[in-house]
C-alpha cells in the first residue's frame, strides 16, 4: 500500500522567501509529526496533529513556522521568511491513533530544504 | 523529562564483527522504547520497540536489544554484521505530557560497515 509522502523532495530558495512543504500521511492515521533533521543531528521535534488539530506546538522553533492539516489527511508546513539555519531535512510521519505514544511511525522519505 | 542519549555518534565495524549501539535514556514513569533505522537514501523506518513482557526484543534482521531498567539502557546489538546493516539508527523514548505522548528521538548512531 502506499506509504507517506511528501513533496516536494528537494527545495531551493532564496533568504526571506517562503516555502511550503506538504505531507500525505497513511490513509486512515490520525496522528501525524513533522521533525527537522539538521545535518549531523537527531530529529528535532516539531509539530503533532491528532486529526485537524494540533495539541503539541511546542517544538515549532519560531513563530515563522506554523502548520496546518485537513482532516486526517493532507498537512502543510509553512516556514515564513526562511533563514539559513532552517536548511534542513523535514520529515513527516504518520500513525494510527498514537494516544498512547506507542504506535509505530511510519515516516516518508523528506524534504530537503537549503536556503541560500 | 523523558530523554535519550546516544553515547556513540559513528560506530564503524568490519563485516561479520559483533556490534552494540549504546542507548540510554532517562525517565521517571512507565518507558516505552524504540530503535529506528534509516537506510541511505531512505524514510526512518521501525527496527524495534520494547512495550512490556520480556525486556529482550528482537527484528527480522538479527538485530535484538535489552530492556535494563537498572542501567537505564537499551542497547542495540547485532552478533554479526552484513554490509547492509550499514545506516543511521535512533533511539527514542516515549515522553509522557499533557495527556498525551509523544517520540523522543536520541542523535543518532552511524553505523559503517566494512568489507
Known amino acids: 500500500g502506499a506509504g507517506v509522502s511528501q513533496s516536494p523532495s528537494n527545495k531551493v530558495t532564496e533568504k526571506g522567501k517562503d516555502v511550503e512543504l506538504r505531507c500525505d500521511p497513511i490513509?486512515?492515521?490520525?496522528?501525524l509529526y513533522w521533525y527537522r533533521q539538521r545535518l549531523g543531528q537527531g530529529l528535532e521535534f516539531l509539530i503533532y496533529?491528532?486529526?485537524?488539530?494540533?495539541?503539541?506546538k511546542s517544538g515549532l522553533p519560531s513563530d515563522r513556522f506554523s502548520a496546518e492539516r485537513t482532516g486526517e489527511s493532507v498537512s502543510t508546513l509553512t516556514i515564513q521568511r526562511t533563514q539559513q539555519e532552517d536548511s534542513a531535512v523535514y520529515l513527516c510521519?504518520?500513525?494510527?491513533?498514537?494516544?498512547?505514544?506507542?504506535?509505530?511511525?511510519?515516516f516518508g522519505p523528506g524534504t530537503r530544504l537549503t536556503v541560500l | 523529562a523523558q530523554s535519550v542519549t546516544q553515547l556513540d555518534s559513528q560506530v564503524p565495524v568490519f563485516e561479520e564483527a559483533p556490534v552494540e549501539l549504546r542507548c540510554n535514556y532517562s525517565?521517571?514513569?512507565?518507558?516505552?522504547l524504540f530503535w529506528y533505522v534509516q537506510y541511505p537514501n531512505q524514510g526512518l523506518q521501525l527496527l524495534l520497540k520494547?512495550?512490556?513482557?520480556?525486556?529482550l526484543v528482537e527484528s527480522i534482521n538479527g538485530f535484538e536489544a535489552e530492556f535494563n531498567k537498572s542501567q537505564t539502557s537499551f542497547h542495540l546489538r547485532k552478533p554479526s554484521v552484513h554490509i547492509s546493516d550499514t545506516a543511521e539508527y535512533f533511539c527514542?523514548?516515549?515522553?509522557?505530557?499533557?495527556?498525551?505522548?509523544?517520540?523522543?528521538f536520541g542523535a543518532g548512531t552511524r553505523l559503517a560497515v566494512h568489507p
Open positions: 527514542a523514548v516515549v515522553r509522557h505530557s499533557g495527556g498525551y505522548n509523544k517520540l523522543i
Open positions: 510521519a504518520s500513525s494510527p491513533r498514537d494516544r498512547a505514544g506507542t504506535d509505530t511511525q511510519y
Open positions: 520494547y512495550l512490556s513482557g520480556s525486556t
Open positions: 490513509s486512515g492515521h490520525t496522528a
Open positions: 496533529f491528532q486529526g485537524n488539530s494540533a495539541p503539541d
Open positions: 525517565s521517571s514513569v512507565s518507558v516505552y
